[in-house]
C-alpha cells in the first residue's frame, strides 16, 4: 500500500523523488565509511569480562540506553560506558557478567562484544567502507536520473 503511494508521489513530482532518493544514497555511503572506520577501530581489541554495574536511559527518542560496565585491567578497576538499544539494556542487568572489546586505536574505545561489526570494509583509495557504499553510490545515480528525468519531461 505505502510503495504504491510512493511511486505515485514520485510520479508527480520526480525531482523531489530523485533528490531523496539522491540524499538517502549519500547517508548510506557516510554509514558505510563509518561502519569501516569502526572494523578498524576494534579489529585488534582487546577481549574482557566485564561486569554491569548500571543501566540507565539516556534518550526517549530515539530509545537508547547508557550501560555502565567495571572490569580488571592490569591489576586496576577499568570502568566504562556503552550506548545501547532497548533490545539490548532489557536484556542486561546489574551484576550481569558481558564480553567486551577494549580498543586503544584512537583513543580508548569500548564495545559489547556481541556487537562487533561484522562487515569487512573494502579498501577504495582514501577510505575504507563496507559494500554499502555501492548501494549508496547506486542510488545517488538513480536519484540524478530522476532529477533529469524529471526537468526534461517538464520542458
Do not use: Y
Amino acid at each position: 500500500m505505502l510503495s504504491r503511494q510512493v511511486v505515485a508521489a514520485v510520479r508527480r513530482h520526480p525531482v523531489w523523488g530523485g533528490l531523496a532518493c539522491a540524499v538517502v544514497g549519500a547517508l548510506m555511503i557516510l554509514d558505510s565509511i563509518e561502519s569501516g572506520r569502526r572494523f578498524r577501530r576494534f579489529e585488534n581489541a582487546l577481549r574482557a569480562s566485564a561486569t554491569v554495574t548500571s543501566v540507565v536511559e539516556a534518550s526517549s527518542v530515539p530509545p537508547r540506553w547508557d550501560v555502565a560496565l567495571s572490569w580488571p585491567e592490569h591489576g586496576v578497576g577499568a570502568r566504562g560506558v556503552v550506548r545501547v538499544g532497548s533490545a539490548r539494556a532489557h536484556a542486561l542487568h546489574a551484576g550481569n557478567a558481558v564480553d567486551i572489546l577494549v580498543s586503544t586505536a584512537e583513543g580508548r574505545s569500548i564495545l559489547l562484544a556481541a556487537d562487533r561489526p561484522r562487515d569487512r570494509p573494502l579498501h577504495l583509495g582514501i577510505v575504507e567502507a563496507t559494500p554499502l557504499f555501492f548501494v549508496g553510490v547506486t542510488l545517488i545515480a538513480c536519484g540524478l536520473v530522476l532529477v533529469v528525468a524529471g526537468k526534461l519531461r517538464r520542458l
